[in-house]
């Protein structure tokens, strides 16, 4: 793999090829104790390090050893895990991690995925200068090039999972979920000082020293587990901003009072929360309405007939208050989509996002109201002329005919 796969980071930047020290005599199992003195170190591997250095300094390539366990320790959802030995920090147990997927397993998703807590770790220093009362730390991530691996550092102590990329906060994985203040407002505060663009999720290491995050982006193009709007916006659903977010003035997200009970009820409980349905087997279930017309249709069905949850649809839009407000508004959607099947939940976020400028929200309110203003919407028996005005409406919605208005003034 190049040095610089991309060539966006380290152009023109020269490679810095060192020989690090070799790893003999190794430091092998017995130097550990707990778990990984159960590990079985495999032989010591000639490999080349990639580092990015951050604020442009680009990538830096060394020489070096490593002996990875034989087998893995742990399991995500897309890598296998394995404890190692490093020659260039003698002593320091790393973990190595490997995409299990033989698609996925390729040179490119280990750069990106380096460039994603490279930045990651440039906001956790922001999050830092603006004095929390917990200063949080990201360890740094690197690419071995021999088997395509991307390593951290490991770091001893009570390992603690605080979310994950889907919504979920607490000790994620325990019996009983205790939500701390500090992760969830670095997720927070690395929303707000990306103006909106990203949000760090996955926190996870010992006290506030974290590892392996994923960031969430508007474009969704940051590595194979950015969940893009959807993936902040469920960050959002299960947040309730802590004394430290309001030291850091960060502005609190628009919940519901049905979910700010709910979420304040957990908290009480000290239970995780889920903001994703998951199946039997574990899995994240993930609605697929990302096209207007499915989440058009899925609404109108969810609220059947009853005109009292049209009738709360807003007919006119107010411009948004504030930037803060119409980048929201996007989130809100997204959750609206997410909860479809929640009327009241879709209804609070679908109309909250309408409101705060997001056009497909309007146009998606426009076309809802279109299919209930109906001659027969009192009428009985109307049920087969019902679901013709729901498809033809959303067919319509779908050809581009519709368009949301906008209160001036």
């Known amino acids: 793999m190049p040095a610089d796969a991309d060539g966006a980071d380290g152009e023109g930047k020269a490679q810095e090829l060192e020989l690090a020290p070799v790893l003999t005599p190794g430091p092998g199992p017995e130097r550990w104790t707990g778990d990984w003195a159960a590990d079985t170190l495999g032989p010591a591997q000639t490999v080349l390090v990639h580092r990015l250095v951050g ?24 890598r296998a ?7 260039w920090a003698v002593g320091e147990p790393y973990v190595v991690k490997q995409y299990m997927s033989p698609d996925a397993d390729v040179p490119a998703n280990y750069v990106a995925d380096v460039q994603m807590q490279t930045r990651a770790r440039a906001l956790a220093d922001a999050y830092n200068a603006a004095r929390p009362p917990l200063h949080v730390e990201l360890l740094e991530a690197i690419v071995l090039e021999l088997l395509p691996e991307a390593s951290a550092r490991f770091v001893a102590g009570n390992y603690v999972k605080h979310s994950n990329n889907g919504g979920v906060v607490g000790h994620v994985g325990a019996a009983g979920g205790v939500v701390r203040n500090t992760p969830q407002a670095f997720s927070h505060f690395t929303y707000a000082v990306t103006q909106g663009e990203a949000v760090v999720v996955d926190i996870q290491g010992v006290g506030d020293v974290y590892t392996d ?7 969704a193009e940051q590595t194979l587990g950015d969940r893009g709007v959807r993936g902040m916006a469920l960050f959002f659903a299960t947040h309730l901003c802590s004394p430290v977010c309001a030291k850091l003035g960060l502005r609190p997200f628009q919940l519901s009072p049905a979910e700010i009970e709910a979420l304040a009820a957990t908290r ?9 349905p998951v199946a039997g087997d574990g899995r994240e279930r993930w609605p ?6 499915k989440f058009v249709g899925a609404f109108a069905a969810a609220v059947a007939t009853d005109m009292a949850w049209i009738a709360a649809l ?7 208050a504030s930037s803060e407000v119409r980048r929201d508004a996007d989130l809100h959607y997204a959750l609206a989509q997410h909860f479809v099947r929640d009327r009241s939940r879709a209804l609070f976020h679908l109309v909250v996002a309408a409101q705060g400028g997001c056009e497909e929200a309007q146009q998606a309110v426009v076309a809802i109201k279109v299919q209930f203003h109906r001659p027969d919407a009192g009428q009985s028996g109307g049920g087969a002329l019902w679901l013709v005005a729901v498809a033809a409406a959303v067919a319509a919605f779908a050809a581009g005919w519709l368009v949301a208005g906008r209160r001036r003034g």
């Open 268 to 276: 009480v409980a000290g239970t995780t929360v889920p903001a994703t």
């Open 55 to 78: 604020d442009g300094g680009g990538w830096r390539t060394r020489w070096g050893e490593v002996a990875v366990a034989d087998a893995p320790f742990a399991h995500g959802a897309l």
């Open 314 to 320: 807003p007919d006119v839009f107010d411009a948004p």
């Open 288 to 293: 697929a309405l990302d096209a207007q017309a």
């Open 213 to 219: 995050p994923q960031i969430h982006t508007r474009s």
């Open 81 to 87: 895990c394995w404890r190692a030995t490093v020659s």
